[in-house]
């Protein structure tokens, strides 16, 4: 288990705060490159449970957020017909971070730099509970899916690979 940093509070977390969503933090060692497997294992739920926050970008380079399962994978040509966009692609590590204000596997939803359309998996509204990244990297908020979409308003989508 991940040593509880002294002040865990991030963008994110204030952006929660200031929204009133109920969560609690969850922490472990970051494995660089080790995605939600890594998260979900060392935190003992399952993978499905762990979503996972990608910037992507369309053709005009405009940028986008896809919340998805960490367990699955997005296909980009049916993200790009829901979004009513030609293509979509993942961003580069620099160019996602200059987006959301968020180093490259802390990259939160809540509390971006730039405000980004913000797209969902439908189905991680199943799920009682969710686990997702709270702003830095090797710590996780859970909170009820319902909230992303009290505060951040998703275009839902079925995307899931």
Do not use: W
Not at 52 to 62: G, I, N, P, S
Not at 86 to 99: E, F, M, S, T
Request: glycine share 8%; aromatic share 6%.
């Amino acid at each position: 288990m991940a040593r509880r940093p002294s002040h865990s509070e991030t963008p994110a977390t204030q952006f929660l705060k200031a929204h009133g969503v109920a969560y609690t933090e969850h922490f472990y060692d970051y494995i660089e490159k080790g995605g939600t497997a890594a998260s979900s294992a060392a935190l003992g739920v399952p993978e499905h449970a762990v979503v996972k926050t990608l910037v992507m970008e369309d053709e005009d380079a405009r940028p986008l957020i896809v919340l998805m399962h960490g367990d699955r994978e997005v296909s980009t040509k049916g993200m790009a017909r829901q979004a009513g966009r030609k293509r979509i692609a993942p961003c580069r590590p620099d160019v996602a971070q200059r987006y959301s204000g968020y180093q490259v596997g802390g990259t939160s939803p809540f509390g971006t730099r730039k405000p980004m359309p913000v797209y969902m998996q439908r189905s991680i509204l199943e799920l009682p509970r969710i686990y997702i990244n709270g702003g830095r990297r090797g710590f996780l908020v859970c909170i009820a899916p319902e909230e992303i979409v009290r505060t951040l308003a998703p275009q839902l989508v079925e995307a899931a690979i």
